[in-house]
């Protein structure tokens, strides 16, 4: 992880354009990836990117099922 860029839930709220709540939610229920550094949640941009990409893809196929 040297060299990464960590994210805070405030990035992450910004970056999603969602509540800081939503994170912290998302995040304690295991939905986001994210680790905690003394209690306070942390996001891998990498491994934020990567679930952005997870997202994108399965609603692209659910919404192709839904066309009518």
Do not use: C, N
Request: no cysteine.
């Amino acid at each position: 992880m040297q060299g990464e860029e960590v994210l805070t839930i405030k990035d992450v709220a910004a970056l999603l354009k969602v509540g800081e709540k939503t994170i912290y939610s998302m995040a304690q229920s295991g939905e986001l990836p994210a680790f905690k550094v003394r209690g306070q949640w942390r996001f891998s941009r990498k491994d934020l990117d990567a679930w952005i990409e997870l997202q994108k893809h399965s609603t692209q196929d659910f919404g192709e099922g839904q066309k009518k």
